[in-house]
T-cell receptor, first 114, second 108 residues
Framework: EPEVTQTPSHQVTQMGQEVILRCVPI?????FYWYRQILGQKVEFLVS????????KSEIFDDQFSVERPDGSNFTLKIRSTKLEDSAMYFC????????????FGPGTRLTVT | GQSLEQPSEVTAVEGAIVQINCTYQ??????LSWYQQHDGGAPTFLSY????GLEETGRFSSFLSRSDSYGYLLLQELQMKDSASYFC?????????FGTGTRLQVFP
């Protein structure tokens, strides 16, 4: 069964450093998302991406965040200057066209900012 | 603001039936989804209601009343492996707005 993959599974970085989180959505899916989940809290929407551009973003997704689909398979989230409060699990998700209400989530990247 | 409220925790024994409620207040609404998340895992899709009524998928059923801004997930014949967190999520345009989550503990 096709699945969304994410790398790395765990990233530790120092405050102020840049990080890039990588995702490979399910092939032939067209809509891509990043969500984050702070430990013990709910999942929060960050950004949605379609047709090579951002379709919607939340208040959390400020200027320090950016997304890119550099090739036909990868989807990346970059945090330019990490803060302590960016520590969270970051999930990538994708949606196909057949059943657009079902989002397929990757296993997540745990980001720890020290 | 946007909010989805769920009970924080529910406990039950194997074989029992449990209902997890969700009330929502969002600016947009296309439908209500339910996701399961085991500790350290990713959310996995369980069900979706776009219209009022009951949707049944095996041991899981989900109900929606748009006029009441309310839905629930019904889990039957509980198994130990059902111990997890359950999130309702409103589909607003193409994004999901998640609820606060309900931790279900199933005891033998």
């Amino acid at each position: 069964e096709p699945e969304v993959t994410q790398t790395p599974s765990h990233q530790v970085t120092q405050m102020g450093q840049e990080v890039i989180l990588r995702c490979v959505p399910i092939s032939n899916h067209l809509y891509f998302y990043w969500y984050r989940q702070i430990l013990g809290q709910k999942v929060e929407f960050l950004v949605s991406f379609y047709n090579n551009e951002i379709s919607e973003k939340s208040e959390i997704f400020d200027d320090q965040f950016s997304v890119e689909r550099p090739d036909g398979s990868n989807f990346t989230l970059k945090i330019r200057s990490t803060k302590l409060e960016d520590s969270a699990m970051y999930f990538c998700a994708s949606v196909g066209t057949g059943s657009s209400y079902e989002q397929y989530f990757g296993p997540g990247t745990r980001l720890t900012v020290t | 603001g946007q909010s989805l409220e769920q009970p924080s925790e529910v406990t039950a024994v194997e074989g029992a039936i449990v209902q997890i409620n969700c009330t929502y207040q969002t600016s947009g609404f296309y439908g209500l989804s339910w996701y399961q998340q085991h500790d350290g895992g990713a959310p996995t899709f369980l069900s979706y209601n776009a219209l009022d009524g009951l949707e049944e998928t095996g041991r899981f059923s989900s109900f929606l009343s748009r006029s009441d801004s309310y839905g629930y997930l019904l889990l039957q014949e509980l198994q130990m492996k059902d111990s997890a967190s359950y999130f309702c999520a409103v589909r607003d345009t193409d994004k999901l707005i998640f609820g606060t989550g309900t931790r279900l503990q199933v005891f033998p």
